[in-house]
């Protein structure tokens, strides 16, 4: 306990370095679930309508808002870029 306080002036900056580096690593992996997540729910979509299980008016809305949210995540991207 007593080295570490003693260290803390140099450990210190690294260790904060460190944390920020996760939290923008933790980010990312929760932008690329979240687009991964809206591709496969597209992809089921498309899919559950070729097998007819839901109407072309149901898959049409579905699609639009799925679309939309995707091209909403590309946008925000562009933004912060």
Same mark, same amino acid.
Do not use: C, Y
């Given at each position: &306990?007593?080295?570490? $306080?003693?260290?803390?002036? $140099?450990? *210190?900056?690294? /260790? *904060?370095?460190?944390?920020? *580096? /996760?939290?923008? =690593?933790?980010? +990312?992996? +929760?932008? =690329? !679930?979240?687009? /991964?997540?809206?591709?496969?729910? $597209? $992809?089921? =979509?498309?899919? +559950?309508?070729? &097998? *007819?299980?839901?109407?072309?008016? !149901?898959?049409?809305?579905?699609?639009?808002?799925?679309? =939309? +949210?995707?091209? /909403? &995540?590309? #946008?925000?991207?562009? #933004?912060? !870029?």
């Amino acid at each position: &306990m007593l080295l570490r $306080l003693l260290t803390l002036p $140099l450990t *210190g900056p690294i /260790e *904060g370095v460190a944390w920020i *580096g /996760e939290q923008i =690593l933790e980010r +990312a992996n +929760a932008e =690329l !679930d979240e687009r /991964e997540n809206l591709h496969k729910r $597209l $992809l089921a =979509l498309q899919l +559950a309508f070729d &097998m *007819g299980e839901i109407s072309s008016e !149901d898959f049409e809305v579905q699609e639009e808002e799925l679309l =939309l +949210a995707i091209q /909403e &995540m590309e #946008d925000r991207e562009t #933004d912060n !870029d």
